[in-house]
């Protein structure tokens, strides 16, 4: 079977009535759009001819060359625009059903309590991990039709255009398989994996992390046997990620590390973190102000590193009160004047 039509097959599957209201990749119509640019364009544009490439892969390059530096007046208008479009809708979609389903699990107070009533009538356990296993597929065939589209953009333009597109994908963190949200989902599943004694694990077992090797990783395979890998190492102080947040350009720290790199106390936050403020990693600026705080990831790490989170946590407890003090005096001294 053909992706497009197990595409559209997925469309109007089980998850049409659940996802009905999340965007997705008009992957038909877009495909229409370039078979129309194929057919209308002229022939020295099309690179259908494989054998003839091989047989002239210099005219091939400067052909390359020229679609690379102008753009396809047939679909251009539409296609890259309409493309980020959904790609930053569904971003959205997925990091929003996410993390409304992750606080459910990590719920506090009263409404931990609540839930925990809830529990004694409803399995919503079951319910949570079926609503996860929607949501990876969701992203999974969406990324993978963003993917395929941009291959056969590239295909009919003989340009770099598509690959270049992912970059600015990445670029404008709307690159799906890269969203932290996912590394949560992820954390979710080995967690459940630990807590209900295998009920779950024909899907459970897709995720695995490995936090005693040297660079500790998470796997996650996902469904069509796509395989990513997350490494769990802050970049700052080179441990495994304790109290993690994700930066909004994907890059993972300690909090205490990511606070210190945007020169804020923890006390006041990463939200207070200065617009020109840097990623010590790729140097991209304003990436703070809405940093995902993984407390699905920093649960595995408590479960599986039992006596080594004991450790950072006592070590950060320290310099919590630390900074709180100095905070406080200072605020003390501004107040008095002196």
């Not at 799906?176 to 009920?199: K, M, R, T, V």
């Not at 899907?203 to 490995?210: G, K, Q, Y």
């Not at 946590?313 to 919590?320: G, K, P, Q």
Request: glycine share 6%; hydrophobic share 35%; with cysteine.
């Amino acid at each position: 079977m053909k992706f497009g039509e197990k595409f559209m097959e997925y469309l109007h599957g089980e998850q049409e009535g659940c996802l009905d209201k999340c965007a997705h990749v008009e992957y038909k119509r877009l495909k229409k759009v370039l078979k129309k640019c194929r057919s209308q364009g002229p022939p020295s544009t099309s690179c259908n001819d494989e054998q003839q490439q091989e047989r002239d892969s210099e005219q091939n390059h400067s052909l390359s060359q020229f679609c690379h530096r102008h753009s396809c007046p047939l679909c251009d208008q539409m296609f890259f625009s309409e493309l980020t479009r959904e790609a930053s809708d569904i971003a959205g979609c997925f990091s929003s059903r996410v993390r409304h389903l992750l606080h459910l699990h990590v719920a506090r107070g009263m409404q931990r309590y609540k839930l925990r009533l809830r529990q004694c009538f409803i399995n919503d356990q079951q319910i949570m991990v079926e609503e996860g296993r929607m949501l990876i597929e969701y992203v999974t065939m969406n990324a993978i039709a963003i993917r395929k589209i941009l291959k056969k953009y590239d295909k009919v333009h003989c340009s770099i255009n598509g690959k270049n597109f992912k970059s600015k994908m990445r670029s404008e963190h709307i690159e799906l398989l890269q969203s932290p949200w996912l590394i949560e989902l992820g954390a979710f599943y080995l967690n459940f994996d630990g807590i209900d004694g295998g009920e779950f694990s024909e899907f459970c077992s897709r995720f695995s992390c490995d936090l005693s090797a040297t660079e500790p990783v998470m796997t996650l395979m996902l469904p069509n046997y796509t395989k990513l890998e997350y490494g769990l190492t802050c970049a700052i102080c080179l441990e495994m990620v304790f109290n993690p947040c994700a930066l909004s350009c994907g890059h993972l720290f300690c909090k205490l590390c990511a606070c210190l790199a945007a020169s804020v106390l923890v006390v006041e936050g990463l939200k207070a973190a200065s617009s020109n403020a840097k990623c010590p990693v790729c140097r991209e600026a304003g990436v703070y102000t809405n940093a995902v705080h993984m407390l699905e990831l920093d649960l595995l790490v408590r479960r599986r590193c039992k006596e080594h989170w004991k450790e950072r946590m006592v070590a950060e407890r320290a310099e919590t009160v630390k900074q709180t003090r100095e905070y406080w005096d200072l605020q003390t001294k501004y107040a008095i004047g002196y």
